[in-house]
């Protein structure tokens, strides 16, 4: 089992709509989430970390789901713009890199 | 600079040249990583650094790669006799922490052919 998975997509999406993506972890001793976005030819930047009590920040919630070991994260009223590669990132145990998912790709279709 | 910096942005080297990727992080930062992207997978870990000091080595592929960072400040990933395999995206970033949230440079795309 990888230590981080994630559904490769594509997920092609109407603007507007509200889309989901899911990450599953390993090692359930993990303690920090992390989203990162990903543009086109571009370097990865931190879109949110992933509190245990969850966080939302504008159109995007992010969850942690422990005893399931996912993350999640939610997209509300998609935007042409949302349109990237969503990375999830996770620290496997204490004071180590962070491990990231291969990303799932997210388009958003007028 | 305001930003993570890597050089070169390009590499075109032939098989079994050494290559030398440099990366200047943000001021200050403390944690400097080397990662590795190929198209269409996420970052892969190669090595990290607190300060000067080599915390963790284990993604790093073979000992043909190495890395360094004397004066805790600029980074140099060597990779030793290159090969074919080794072409991808080799991304640097920053952290002001151990844990903290991590600024990723431009990265340096190598080719070996």
């Known amino acids: 089992r990888k230590e981080v998975e994630q559904d490769p997509g594509p997920f092609n999406v109407p603007e507007g709509a509200t889309v989901a993506f899911n990450c599953t972890y390993s090692?359930?001793?993990?303690?920090?989430f992390f989203w990162y976005r990903q543009d086109c030819r571009k370097e990865p930047k931190l879109l949110m970390s992933?509190?245990?009590s969850g966080n939302e920040d504008g159109r995007f919630t992010a969850q942690l789901n422990r005893a399931s070991q996912y993350i999640s994260l939610l997209i509300r009223d998609s935007k042409l713009s949302d349109s990237a590669t969503y990375l999830c990132?996770?620290?496997?145990?204490?004071?180590?890199?962070?491990?990231f998912g291969k990303g799932t790709r997210l388009s958003v279709i007028a | 600079g305001a930003g993570v910096s890597q050089s070169p942005r390009y590499k075109v080297t032939k098989r079994g040249q050494d290559v030398a990727l440099r990366c200047d992080p943000i001021s200050g930062h403390v944690s400097l990583y080397w990662y590795r992207q190929a198209l269409g997978q996420g970052p892969e870990f190669l090595t990290y650094?607190?300060?000067?000091?080599?915390?963790?080595k284990s993604g790093l592929p073979n000992d043909r790669f190495s890395a360094e960072r004397p004066e805790g400040s600029i980074s140099t990933l060597t990779i030793q006799r290159t090969e074919q395999r080794d072409s991808a995206m080799y991304r640097c970033?920053?952290?002001?922490?151990?844990?903290?949230?991590?600024?990723f440079g431009e990265g340096s795309r190598l080719t070996v052919l």
């Open positions: 970033a920053s952290s002001s922490t151990s844990l903290g949230e991590l600024f």
């Open positions: 090692n359930s001793a993990s303690q920090s």
């Open positions: 992933v509190y245990s």
């Open positions: 990132a996770v620290n496997m145990r204490g004071n180590t890199p962070l491990v």
């Open positions: 650094f607190n300060y000067e000091a080599q915390q963790d």
